[in-house]
């Protein structure tokens, strides 16, 4: 069935990079998510990536897409303290009906 | 920029108490999702609905029920509250042409 999967933490020290990696089943989705959630609130829109594109960089973020694979990540560079949050990975169903999200990877960064 | 809002932020609600949750988007969307989220599970898809009045089950129902009487505005109701609907309840919405969810604040319901 359809899924999306990816690491449940992730840890690093202020100033290093950040990768959070994502792999899903068949998707119809144009494009893929990455949301971050902040503690108590809401998902953000963080980035996406068109389905045809294998890269796409914003500021410090940069998505990779590996379609063959079906593999898709996220790099945060110079991760700050601010970065420390869930990072859920999305992409829709195959009926192209809805989303579905990964469990979220909590990211924490120490000083 | 797209605005969903709901409307309690927290909710504390007891046993068999009829409870609704309520979802406003300003963007004229479509689609409206509702979600529940709880630690160790992501979210999981309650209900969505693609117009006004019209409804689909999603991957866990069982418990709740939805209205959609105006396109702006889609409600999730859960009809006698149980202990195990403590959670954090997402509502999103989406344009036709889009599988772009843009999500609430979220309500944390705690059920006594």
């Known amino acids: 069935g359809e899924d999306v999967e990816q690491s449940l933490f992730l840890s690093v020290r202020e100033g290093d990079s950040s990768v959070i990696n994502c792999t899903y089943t068949?998707?119809?989705?144009?494009?893929l998510y990455w949301y971050k959630q902040e503690p108590g609130a809401g998902l953000q829109l963080l980035t996406y990536?068109?389905?045809?594109?294998d890269m796409k960089q914003d500021q410090r973020l940069t998505v990779l897409l590996n379609k063959k694979d079906k593999h898709l990540s996220l790099r945060i560079a110079d991760t700050q303290t601010g970065d420390s949050a869930i990072y859920f990975c999305a992409a829709a169903n195959q009926a192209g009906t809805a989303l579905i999200f990964g469990k979220g990877t909590t990211l924490s960064v120490s000083s | 920029d797209v605005k969903v809002t709901q409307s309690s932020r927290y909710l504390v609600k007891r046993t068999g108490e009829k409870v609704f949750l309520e979802c406003v988007q300003d963007m004229d969307h479509e689609n409206m999702f509702w979600y529940r989220q709880d630690p160790g599970l992501g979210l999981r898809l309650i209900y969505f609905s693609y117009d006004v009045k019209m409804k689909e089950k999603g991957d866990i129902p069982e418990g709740y029920s939805v209205s959609r009487e105006k396109k702006e505005r889609f409600s999730l109701i859960l009809e006698s509250a149980s202990t195990n609907q403590t959670s954090m309840y997402l509502c999103?919405?989406?344009?036709?042409?889009?599988?772009?969810?843009?999500f609430g604040p979220g309500t944390r319901l705690t059920v006594l």
């Open positions: 990536i068109f389905s045809n594109m």
């Open positions: 068949d998707s119809s989705s144009t494009y």
């Open positions: 999103a919405s989406s344009s036709l042409s889009s599988d772009t969810q843009y």
